[in-house]
């Protein structure tokens, strides 16, 4: 069983920053994609920003070049690195992965979230 467990959420006034954590465990024969997305009260889920295996990484527009999202693949982990926080950002944060548990076959996993949010 893979398990996605995040950290780094909580309370940051609009301007500031925050990094979020999110490490992958259990067993893991490879992984991937990492990525982060967010749900806000009244919206659907959305993609914040992802990375591969190989490093190449997306974000949405919303947030280009304010967030920075990076991975340790040693520690199966990702980061997102959030500049410029603006109220907007606020929602809850999903980590999402896509792992081999065990050399077969592919499987979607997600975290538990984390809540963000950001006072005006």
């Known amino acids: 069983q893979v398990q996605l467990v995040e950290s780094g959420g909580g309370l940051v006034q609009a301007g500031g920053s925050l990094r979020l954590s999110c490490a992958a465990s259990?067993?893991?024969?490879?992984?991937?994609?990492m990525n982060w997305y967010r749900q806000a009260p009244g919206k659907q889920r959305e993609l914040v920003a992802g990375?591969?295996?190989?490093?190449?990484?997306n974000y949405a527009d919303s947030v280009k070049g304010r967030f920075t999202i990076s991975r340790d693949n040693a520690k199966n982990t990702v980061y997102l690195q959030m500049n410029s926080l603006k109220p907007e950002d606020t929602a809850v944060y999903y980590c999402?992965?896509?792992?081999?548990?065990?050399?077969?076959?592919?499987?979607?996993?997600w975290g538990q979230g984390t809540q963000v949010t950001v006072s005006s």
């Open positions: 259990g067993r893991i024969f490879s992984i991937r994609a």
């Open positions: 990375i591969t295996s190989g490093g190449s990484t």
């Open positions: 999402f992965s896509i792992v081999n548990p065990d050399g077969m076959g592919w499987r979607t996993y």
